[in-house]
């Protein structure tokens, strides 16, 4: 179920980068340059996995940029799972996170 579970959200994932409005709109407070209509996600992805327990908020946002480095570097970088984990960690608030390895 694991597995099955991953590759579900990673096809989601996938979808969600490509799509735009209404999905996504401008940001308001001009940090990130998009932000997630979390109704508009809820009718586009309503399968979940159960409902979101009680104190439990959901955010996203979304950004790109272009990235001047080396091929092997970038992959590299993304390969190391602790060197992703304090990338994403450090930029974001404190919050527990669970890490798949597959």
């Known amino acids: ?3 099955e579970l991953a590759v579900a959200a990673m096809e989601e994932l996938v979808r ?3 799509m735009g409005e209404p999905l ?3 940001s308001l407070d001009g940090i990130s340059s998009s932000v997630l209509n979390e109704d508009e996600y809820m009718k586009t ?3 979940g996995i159960g ?3 009680a104190g439990f908020n959901t955010e996203a946002s979304r950004e790109s940029a272009v990235v001047i480095m080396d091929h ?3 992959v590299e970088i993304l390969m190391d799972v602790v060197r992703v984990l304090l990338v994403l960690l450090l ?3 404190n919050r ?3 890490l798949l390895l597959t």
Do not use: V
């Open 45 to 47: 992805f309503p399968q």
């Open 96 to 98: 527990e996170a669970f």
């Open 1 to 3: 179920m694991i597995i």
């Open 24 to 26: 996504w709109s401008e």
């Open 51 to 53: 409902p979101k327990p």
């Open 91 to 93: 930029g974001a608030p």
């Open 16 to 18: 969600m980068a490509q």
């Open 72 to 74: 092997i570097n970038l």
